[in-house]
């Protein structure tokens, strides 16, 4: 006659998790602040590299060193290396990502890279459009410290400005240095031309 083995399955509380998912979280967005995207339009873009290492470990990749490896090849499939910095950022961010998995059953293991990936992608979104507004800001800084009030802009942009507090934020293809350029494409040139490189991800927004 054979004896039953019982098993005790020991429940997992997930919300006891979430300091870590946080800490990979925060590693994940340290490593994105260092790393060009060349749009923010779409999750696919804001979430840069880590969505594609998310979607490795969700097909059951778990290794550490494979998804560091697979991480630095899709930088370098863009031609652009990674910070000293933010490389360390990313190695903190796979490891602490694996440790969580292994330590949790894999009947949570969709649940916590559901939580990490959508909270991570807040986060993100959250700073880019903060970010955007502030290069508005920058904008309407830049317009009236040339022009002084919505008047002289109107004059000189031949169309009506009723508010330069609520001035859009141009796209830098708008802008023109050419011969046939009107005011308000070579303000928009030299605007963009002077926040610098660091411009790109803001000014492909919509």
Do not use: C
């Amino acid at each position: 006659m054979r004896v039953p083995i019982a098993v005790q399955i020991k429940p997992f509380d997930i919300e006891k998790a979430q300091p870590q998912i946080d800490a990979t979280r925060e590693a994940f967005t340290r490593y994105l602040d260092d790393v060009f995207r060349k749009s923010t339009r779409s999750k696919h873009g804001l979430m840069g590299p880590v969505g594609k290492i998310l979607s490795e470990v969700k097909s059951g990749r778990r290794d550490p060193g494979s998804l560091k490896g697979y991480a630095i090849r899709v930088h370098e499939a863009t031609g652009r290396s990674p910070s000293p910095a933010s490389l360390e950022a990313l190695e903190q961010g796979i490891d602490q990502l694996v440790m969580l998995l292994a330590e949790a059953p894999i009947t949570v293991h969709d649940r916590i890279l559901d939580r990490l990936d959508y909270g991570l992608y807040y986060d993100l979104r959250k700073k880019a459009l903060e970010s955007k507004e502030a290069r508005r800001q920058a904008w309407v800084g830049f317009v009236r410290e040339k022009y002084g009030n919505e008047a002289r802009l109107s004059e000189a942009w031949g169309e009506e400005i009723v508010s330069l507090d609520e001035l859009y934020l141009p796209r830098k293809a708008e802008g023109s240095k050419g011969k046939k350029a009107t005011a308000k494409q070579r303000d928009i040139a030299a605007f963009w031309e002077s926040q610098g490189a660091t411009a790109v991800v803001e000014e492909e927004e919509e």
